[in-house]
C-alpha cells in the first residue's frame, strides 16, 4: 500500500479557505482511488469527497458540494482538497485515504466506507473560528 501525508491545514474564520494536499509515495497515484474523511473531536470518522483514479469522477457529502472540490494530479503524485465558504461544522482532522481499484468510477456506497481503505495519512487539522 502507499504511503500518504497531508498538510494545509490551520485555523481559519468562517467563510474561509483552506487547500488541503495529500501527497502520496510507494505507488502509483494513477491505480488509486483517492478519498478525503474528516473526524471532529467525539465523533466518527466521516465521508468528505472521492475521485476515481484519472480524476473523471468526483462523489461529495452533500454538505460540502459547491464549496469543496477534490482534485488530483497524477503526474506529481498528489491529491488536493480545495475548500471554500468554509463553516464551523467542517472543523476536525481531515485524512486522505488511498484503495487501489481496478475500474476508474467511484462506487458511492464503498467510497463512504472508512473500511474500505487500508492506506490512511496522519491528518491534517482544521479549525474554523466564527
Known amino acids: 500500500q502507499v504511503q500518504l501525508v497531508e498538510s494545509g491545514g490551520g485555523l481559519v474564520q468562517a467563510g474561509g479557505s483552506l487547500n488541503l494536499s495529500c501527497g502520496v509515495s510507494?505507488?502509483?497515484?494513477?491505480?488509486?482511488?483517492m478519498v478525503w474523511f474528516r473526524q471532529a473531536p467525539g465523533k466518527e470518522r466521516s465521508f468528505v469527497a472521492a475521485i476515481s483514479r484519472s480524476g473523471g469522477a468526483t462523489y461529495y457529502l452533500d454538505s460540502v458540494k459547491g464549496r469543496f472540490t477534490i482534485s488530483r494530479d497524477n503526474a506529481n503524485n498528489t491529491v488536493y482538497l480545495q475548500m471554500n465558504s468554509l463553516k464551523t461544522e467542517d472543523a476536525g482532522k481531515y485524512y486522505c485515504?488511498?484503495?487501489?481499484?481496478?475500474?476508474?468510477?467511484?462506487?458511492?456506497?464503498?467510497?463512504?466506507?472508512?473500511?474500505?481503505?487500508?492506506?490512511w495519512g496522519q491528518g491534517t487539522r482544521v479549525t474554523v473560528s466564527s
Open positions: 510507494g505507488g502509483t497515484l494513477s491505480s488509486y482511488t
Open positions: 485515504a488511498a484503495e487501489r481499484s481496478f475500474r476508474d468510477r467511484i462506487d458511492p456506497r464503498s467510497a463512504m466506507n472508512p473500511r474500505s481503505f487500508r492506506s
